[in-house]
């Protein structure tokens, strides 16, 4: 499948913005099940400075230097990308018990280093008993690690309601278990911490998912947003993907942008300014199969 995606970013200021510098994560990684095809990224008033290069984990950075004042930020990224079915389900079942996984890690770190830097807690990824706990009602002993995967996120999506008034980007964890409501940020960044908690290796994937109209209703543009999901280190498959958002393994309608320990990492757009006062953010994003581009 072939998609194509906007994503709009739009800052507008109460009072001038004298300079500002921002780090982007907007640009598609590429990977054994998804390539990207073209990207273009454009902001206004247009930078004085602008580079890229990868990071530690790997994802593409986009920097930019504004020095001109300005009362608004747009930044509009635009990319094709194509993105290949993943294995299912059925075919990940033979994983080793996810307490053979937690030794490996544990004993043979040295010959897992990919998985080394998503097996420890961060400011946005505690990890604690209580998660620990919550965690092993799936986990059961000698559970298939991906089994149990699956099965953890079957049960984030049946008992937790998304929610976008419940919380925001500093609700803790413990909070969100409490109150079994959040987003797709909250559920990732719970599950991630649920799979530490037990010694695991686990990622936050920020990216794009395919949305879908109601029947006989077109397309909305600008009516999708980012998403994220995690990837579950095995040692066998590597790594592999779950979106308890969905109560899914992710596949074909999911597009991969950038991964790390939390969200902190892969954070769309942040930066500092000097000046601006109040801030007002306005995002719009559409995700397009190109087969149905007309729609």
């Not at 695991?200 to 395919?210: F, H, P, T």
Request: charged residues 15%; glycine residues 4%; aromatic residues 10%.
């Amino acid at each position: 499948m072939r998609y194509q995606v906007e994503h709009q970013t739009l800052y507008s200021y109460d009072i001038p913005v004298i300079q500002s510098q921002q780090l982007l994560h907007m640009m598609p990684r590429q990977t054994d099940f998804q390539q990207c095809v073209s990207y273009t990224l454009v902001c206004e008033p247009v930078p004085a400075e602008q580079s890229r290069r990868l990071d530690f984990f790997g994802n593409h950075n986009d920097y930019v230097t504004l020095l001109v004042p300005h009362e608004s930020l747009e930044v509009t990224s635009r990319f094709q990308v194509d993105v290949q079915p993943r294995p299912i389900l059925a075919e990940l079942l033979q994983s080793p018990a996810w307490e053979s996984v937690h030794d490996t890690l544990q004993l043979q770190a040295t010959q897992h280093l990919s998985a080394t830097p998503f097996v420890y807690a961060t400011a946005k990824v505690q990890v604690s008993e209580a998660l620990a706990s919550f965690a092993r009602q799936c986990f059961t002993p000698q559970r298939s690690l991906l089994d149990a995967a699956m099965a953890l996120t079957q049960h984030i999506y049946s008992e937790f309601e998304f929610d976008p008034q419940a919380t925001d980007i500093s609700t803790p964890l413990d909070e969100v278990l409490k109150g079994r409501r959040g987003v797709c940020q909250d559920f990732a960044h719970l599950m991630i911490g649920a799979l530490r908690s037990l010694g695991l290796a686990c990622r936050y994937v920020s990216g794009y998912i395919l949305t879908h109209p109601p029947a006989g209703q077109p397309r909305m543009v600008g009516a999708d947003a980012s998403h994220a999901w995690v990837s579950v280190y095995c040692p066998v498959y590597g790594w592999v993907d779950f979106d308890p958002t969905n109560n899914c393994l992710v596949q074909q309608e999911h597009i991969t942008v950038a991964w790390g320990r939390d969200f902190s990492d892969v954070s769309p757009m942040r930066g500092v300014v000097l000046g601006g006062g109040q801030q007002h953010l306005t995002v719009n994003v559409t995700v397009t199969p190109l087969e149905y581009a007309t729609v």
